[in-house]
């Protein structure tokens, strides 16, 4: 069980970038997958997250700027991200919940966590 994410890198303030995340080794599909990020001295934080039926919640510091997507087999999220501004610099964790209750933004109501990928704006 596993997620793997990619996606990040470093753009200049106002830029955009979109990470990806595939679950996989998964039984069945996970009830939610979504974003977290954590940037040094703080803690982690939920971005945007999505159930396998469509359920959708952001931050407040992204709504409007970032959409969350899932393709159809609901293995793979998107997470596009406008107009980004330095306070996003962050690391980026993909995370799976297995469960079936809809935890939203909470950082504990997720079972797995990908290895997480940077993501600098200057």
């Known amino acids: 069980v596993q997620q793997v994410e990619s996606g990040g890198g470093s753009v200049q303030a106002g830029g955009s970038l979109r990470l990806s995340c595939t679950a996989s080794?998964?039984?069945?599909?996970?009830?939610?997958m979504g974003w977290f990020r954590q940037a040094p001295g703080k803690e982690r934080e939920g971005v945007a997250v999505?159930?396998?039926?469509?359920?959708?919640s952001y931050g407040n510091s992204v709504r409007g700027r970032f959409t969350i997507s899932q393709d159809n087999a609901k293995t793979t999220v998107y997470l596009q991200m406008n107009s980004l501004k330095p306070e996003d610099t962050a690391m980026y964790y993909c995370?799976?919940?297995?469960?079936?209750?809809?935890?939203?933004?909470?950082?504990?109501?997720?079972?797995?966590w990908g290895q997480g990928t940077q993501v600098t704006v200057s």
């Open positions: 995370a799976a919940e297995r469960g079936s209750l809809w935890y939203g933004l909470l950082p504990r109501g997720y079972d797995h």
């Open positions: 080794g998964y039984t069945n599909i996970p009830f939610a």
């Open positions: 999505i159930s396998r039926g469509g359920s959708i």
